[in-house]
């Protein structure tokens, strides 16, 4: 028997405000660009440090809630999967683009002046 597992866990910061749109239908589309880091030291002992950027889609009600309390630099954890997509350019010339779909996130660290107003929350819940 074949098993497979398609399961991404990022924890990361925003690189930029979320982007949101609306399909023709009206779903709700939120995208993001997470960034995460690496620190290493060589075998001679320079430091070196590496930041990869994630592109992340959020749908429906949730993609609204990112778009109203996330910002550039905010800390999330997000859990999903690894999707790919392919498309042909003007030219004819095949383009791909793989994205994690986000299944779940949660929100470690808000700048204070995104924290929900009405949440009850102070920064030490966040």
């Excluded at 660009?33 to 290493?40: D, P, V």
Aim: glycine share 6%; aromatic share 8%.
């Amino acid at each position: 028997m074949s098993y497979t597992l398609n399961k991404v866990q990022i924890i990361g910061h925003l690189a930029q405000d979320p982007e949101m749109r609306q399909t023709s239908t009206g779903n709700l589309i939120a995208n993001m660009a997470i960034a995460t880091s690496e620190e290493w030291k060589t075998p001679e002992g320079e430091k070196k440090s590496r930041v990869e950027y994630h592109r992340v889609v959020v749908f429906g009600n949730f993609a609204d809630t990112c778009s109203k309390h996330l910002r550039k630099g905010d800390k999330v954890y997000v859990e999903g999967i690894l999707q790919t997509n392919v498309w042909e350019n003007e030219n004819g010339e095949k383009r791909y683009k793989t994205e994690i779909v986000s299944k779940s996130m949660i929100f470690l660290k808000l700048k204070s002046d995104n924290k929900p107003k009405d949440s009850g929350l102070s920064d030490d819940d966040i």
